[in-house]
């Protein structure tokens, strides 16, 4: 399968200051969610861990840390289950893999993705600009680069990958619905801001959907059913430090990011009567570019700055090329399918 990223340059993103053909960025760290358990394909995931379930003869946790490295990161946070961290190393080691991958165990089964990472909070440090979030079994073509400059040149505090719901992918399952059949995710997206108002992951939501008032006064507001939310995230570090991992904010007590946090801090955005936690944390959302401030008339991609808001949570939509997650069986089975087609 070629899932070689569509890259505009030769870019570095890794730890540091790095170079890109707009100047100097400021640096990222990469985390990759690789503990969950396949709760959605059981028959497949009894006596191998779904991060190491093979897609076209390779494990499915290669698709994300390739992507990451063929956008210049050197290092890579890896968060496996208990027991499995020698065969992450060798399946790097055997595919090629150049990334240094600093792996974290979590030994309770079925903890939630915010969960994992409380678990591993002192891995994050302070020097970094951003967090990139992404799941283990997302397997895509998608430009790094361009997300992550997407997210610095409209000065987002949240980013969300999206691509449109493939319905060869994202079947349901004959008979009886399972955990295994995903509705599709719905966001809610301010046409004068350009931001999201709302997100509602498939399955979390009922029959009707209540909007609240503060949200439609900004205008026309665009409705989305047709796509999905790829679990990759990019998120302001000292958002996620201070706030959505903070012992202290209303984070605490959620357990899934994609669930929980990533709709509480798109709603976040309008509310008047917020935490001082999360202000604080929001406070100063950095220059995009270290070395090449940009001027206040000058956008990028297209993003004017009159539409710049510090606290705006944005979605990125990646229509172009691959871009599944291989967390059902239908996928699964499609992915590899894919493969085969492209052998």
Known sequence: MDIK??????CMMGRGLDFHKYGKLK??????LAAGSGSRMTTLVSSTPKCMLPIASIPMLYYPLYMLQSSGFKECIVVVSCGQ?????????????????????DSEQDRGTLDS?????????????????????LVSDVSVEDLLTHHRCS????????????S?????????????????????????????????????????ISIPYRILRHGQIIFSKGIVDAHAYVMGAKLFREYVLSDSSPCVRMASLKAEAIPHLVAMQFKTNRPPEYDNAIARVPEPFSSLPMRSSIGCYGLESQHWVASACRAYHYAEGLCVRANTIPAYWYLNTKARDHC
């Open 5 to 10: 990223p569509h890259t505009a340059s030769s």
């Open 27 to 32: 640096a990222v760290q990469a985390v990759v």
């Open 85 to 105: 961290e020698a065969a992450v190393m060798e399946m790097a080691e055997s595919h090629g893999l150049t990334i240094q991958l600093r792996l974290y165990s």
């Open 117 to 137: 990472l409380r678990h591993i909070a002192n891995a994050f440090t302070d020097d970094v600009d951003d967090v990139i979030i992404v799941s283990s079994d």
């Open 155 to 166: 000065k987002s505090a949240l980013t969300m990958l999206t691509a449109p719901l493939n």
């Open 168 to 208: 060869k992918a994202y079947v349901n399952t004959p008979g009886q619905k399972l955990k295994s059949d995903i509705d599709p995710d719905i966001l809610l997206e301010s046409v004068a801001e350009r931001r999201l108002c709302g997100s509602y992951s498939g399955g979390d939501y009922g029959e009707y």
